[in-house]
């Protein structure tokens, strides 16, 4: 059954060891998604995490990787039971194996990658029938969703500035800390991909994920350090 959903951002600089000059800005979302994370672990020992890609994958609890491609060779397990060394292991599934190792080592993992060009009614559907899995069985599943928003919300940013991205960024962070499924389908696609949020298939399979369901909604991080937008925030389901 499903009991609590995570919501993080991606970005490397989560990692200490990754931060270099950007520690100070790093710090605060970083203590977020570790804390996210914690309350994922308190309820649930195995966790389903959910990114978005360029093609539609999984990837088992029994796999490792390093952020070496990242410029320091740091390792993390999908599992305390991790035996297979992935070297292309893809940003999200590191991020999220990193989170487990700090917060809740006991979890194990396994990593869902929805298609970035999927069509609204496959991502709802991806979303129906993950939610109908882990309720199927009476074991506590957490969810963890691994997303970053507008990618042009400073000059500096991956995306150089865009006027949009700032209100863009407020309805993706409004409808993530009220859990509002409705608020989640009513994004723009078109504007969403301008804006490179990848992430708009996952916001989409969420919604699908709650249904009927209003969670307890908390935010724990809201901003933009280095031009990205991040949201940290727990969802917590009646049990």
Do not use: H, N
């Amino acid at each position: 059954m499903l009991r609590a959903v995570a919501l993080v951002p991606s970005p490397p600089l989560l990692v200490p060891e990754l931060t270099g000059a950007g520690a100070v800005e790093a710090e605060a979302v970083r203590s977020a998604a570790l804390e996210a994370a914690r309350m994922l672990g308190a309820v649930a020992d195995r966790w389903l995490v959910v990114a978005a890609a360029d093609r539609q994958a999984i990837i088992e609890p029994t796999t490792g990787g390093s952020f070496a491609g990242f410029g320091v060779d740091v390792m993390v397990a999908l599992s305390p039971i991790s035996s297979r060394i992935d070297s292309e292991l893809p940003l999200a599934a590191l991020v999220a194996g990193w989170l487990r190792g700090e917060a809740a080592p006991q979890a194990s993992i396994e990593v869902r990658f929805l298609d970035a060009s999927a069509s609204t009614s496959d991502c709802l559907r991806f979303g129906c029938d993950m939610r109908a899995e882990l309720d199927s069985t009476p074991e506590p599943w957490g969810l963890l969703v691994v997303a970053d928003g507008a990618t042009t919300l400073t000059a500096k940013a991956p995306g150089s500035f865009d006027d949009r991205g700032e209100g863009v960024q407020q309805r993706i962070d409004d409808a993530l800390s009220a859990a509002d499924p409705v608020a989640l389908t009513g994004l723009d696609r078109t504007e969403c991909a301008e804006l490179g949020v990848d992430a708009f298939v996952v916001w989409l399979a969420l919604a699908g994920v709650l249904g009927e369901d209003r969670p307890t909604a908390r935010t724990l991080y809201r901003g933009a350090p280095f031009g990205v937008g991040y949201y940290v925030g727990t969802w917590e389901l009646e049990g």
